[in-house]
């Protein structure tokens, strides 16, 4: 891990390069997939990304790794087995970041819903309702059996009246039974994002992967792009541009000339989800999620999450993905369904302390009601013709969960077309820190055994683990060899910590740490001082002159403010900043 490229080296590679295999345009989790699918069989695939890794939606998902229980209402077996299927190897192969996660179901009736069940199943109608337990139970039922035939997570149960209310106290008085089964959980999507892409690289060091470079222009027989940080550009002739550019889709088509004048692929929904600082609900939750419908019947859900409660969330239709955030409107919706099923609950502004959404890269769709388009992913080929050389294979739709086998078929299609063939199989194939990590009964003993072999306190090397799994490793050897200081602003980490970050995992912007490699920013846990400190450190690593530093901090923390609601930030930020000035 050691013999890490720095941006400069990657980028000379780039320029050593005139012509690839492929081309993946997209570093959101499905061209990541795919990028690592086609390293694994040798292929010297060039990923890049307009921003960072996970930036975008891959990056706003509701941390939930799910079946899809509510696919089965639509008829959609085969992507709740598919899921299920997914779920259940990402619990194995990224047991570092992927829990079992106990939901609950509140129920408002015994048999509502099933004629508007069916009526939906049939596609007679979009009409959103309210499910009764026998309908739910059915649902459950059925995921049982996808459950048992694939993974080993506990059956569901449904509660009466009185068991729910033992429960859960705290329900409103239209919940008369619940249903309780198991999903999954995701801490740190974006780091396994990353962790794919390291792996991928590890496995085929001709494959190279670049953040910040984005796709300008076509003309026929290249492509050019452009280095988005220093505005150097670079041309490629690929064989096979597969376009993961989620709901960037037919824009970057349409930069391609690749789907001039062709049909619409991508309908995106906009979903976003809050980060609320509230013991009370957090206390009442006990580790569980809630898993409800509103009043208008839109699913929603609720579960803790590092100390804070995660909910959400939206569904709304949009045509500019470049534009969206969180707005007031959605933040009262949510809150407003929260309510609905802990109608004692008050959930102050203050609460609210990080807010984030992202645009589903949803297959477009006539459907009147956007909860019943298909959460299905499909692979779309435009072969070469007089306008370009190359064939595109457009990625549309898919979900989180699911990305391994997306990105699996992707890879087959572009193997077919480049003529080669499978050599190594991603089902079993644990990812990143997830690669000899313990089972949960073994743990303790691992951890103590490694608080040994590196003379590192035990609480930090559980936190650490925590954090990276095994690829927490190399850092603690780097912490045996040179000692760490926590940071001044934030005890549980340290210097050492995030210079190896930073000189590892491609960070280029203060963002990147603060909000994808971190969990800094969605744990609320960001202050001024600490942004202030942690840019510094970020200055002297990737050797940034200080108007470099703070413009950085400054574009951060506005960046922060629109796209997360942290807009209290800057102005004390500022304030800092002169602070530090004036004692130079």
């Not at 936190?463 to 000692?483: E, F, H, M, N, T």
Request: hydrophobic letters at 40%.
């Amino acid at each position: 891990m050691d013999n890490v490229l720095t941006r400069e080296q990657r980028l000379n590679q780039l320029r050593q390069r005139h012509a690839a295999p492929v081309l993946i345009v997209g570093g959101g989790i499905n061209g990541i997939s795919t990028f690592r699918e086609l390293a694994l069989q040798g292929i010297p695939a060039i990923l890049i990304e307009k921003g960072d890794w996970c930036q975008a939606a891959s990056g706003a998902l509701s941390r939930m790794i799910h079946g899809g229980l509510r696919y089965l209402e639509t008829g959609e077996f085969a992507l709740v087995k598919e899921s299920v299927m997914e779920r259940d190897r990402l619990l194995k192969n990224a047991a570092h970041y992927v829990f079992p996660l106990r939901t609950t179901v509140p129920v408002d009736n015994l048999s509502g819903g099933l004629v508007n069940a069916t009526r939906r199943f049939l596609r007679l109608s979009d009409k959103p309702t309210r499910r009764g337990a026998m309908l739910i139970k059915t649902g459950l039922s059925l995921y049982d059996l996808y459950t048992r035939q694939y993974g080993t997570m506990p059956r569901h149960q449904v509660r009466n009246e009185a068991a729910t209310r033992d429960r859960w106290p705290g329900f409103a008085p239209w919940v008369k039974y619940s249903a309780s089964y198991y999903d999954a959980w995701i801490s740190a999507p974006e780091r396994l994002g990353f962790e794919l892409i390291e792996d991928a690289e590890r496995a085929c060091p001709t494959a190279l992967a670049l953040n910040y470079l984005q796709l300008v222009s076509a003309d026929g027989e290249t492509v050019t792009l452009q280095d988005v940080l220093s505005g150097e550009h670079f041309t490629l002739q690929p064989h096979v541009l597969v376009n993961a550019g989620g709901a960037w889709i037919d824009q970057l088509n349409q930069r391609l000339h690749a789907n001039a004048g062709g049909p619409r692929l991508i309908g995106g929904t906009k979903g976003s989800h809050l980060i609320l600082d509230h013991p009370e609900l957090l206390q009442m939750l006990a580790g569980e999620m809630v898993y409800f419908e509103n009043e208008e019947g839109r699913v929603c859900i609720m579960f803790p999450w590092f100390g804070k409660v995660l909910v959400g969330s939206t569904d709304i239709r949009v045509d500019d993905p470049d534009s969206v955030v969180c707005e007031e409107e959605e933040k009262a919706y949510i809150l407003a369904s929260l309510r609905f099923v802990f109608p004692d609950i008050v959930v102050p502004d203050a609460a609210v302390v990080y807010t984030f959404c992202g645009v589903r890269p949803l297959p477009a769709s006539d459907a009147t009601v956007n909860g019943q388009i298909s959460r299905n992913h499909s692979l779309v080929l435009l072969p070469p013709d007089a306008t370009r050389a190359w064939s595109t294979l457009c990625l549309v739709g898919g979900k989180w969960t699911t990305f391994r086998r997306f990105g699996e078929e992707a890879a087959d299609r572009v193997l077919r077309l480049l003529g080669e063939k499978r050599q190594v199989s991603t089902t079993d194939l644990p990812i990143g820190g997830g690669r000899d990590f313990p089972p949960a009964s073994g743990q303790s003993a691992w951890l103590s055994q490694l608080a040994r072999q590196y003379d590192v306190p035990l609480p930090r090397v559980t936190q650490l683990v925590k954090r990276y799994g095994s690829r927490a490793l190399p850092l603690l050897a780097r912490i045996q060899q040179q000692g760490e200081q926590p940071l001044r602003q934030h005890a549980d980490y340290s210097a050492l910590e995030l210079h190896y970050l930073i000189e590892h995992e491609q960070v280029c912007q203060l963002e990147d740490l603060l909000v994808r490699r971190t969990g800094l920013a969605i744990c609320g846990e960001l202050t001024p001082a600490l942004m202030q400190e942690i840019s510094l450190l970020l200055a002297s690593t990737l050797g940034w002159n200080e108007n470099q530093r703070v413009q950085n901090l400054q574009r951060t923390c506005a960046s922060l403010a629109r796209l997360h609601g942290l807009t209290g930030l800057y102005p004390t930020v500022v304030q800092e900043e002169i602070r530090h000035v004036s004692n130079q």
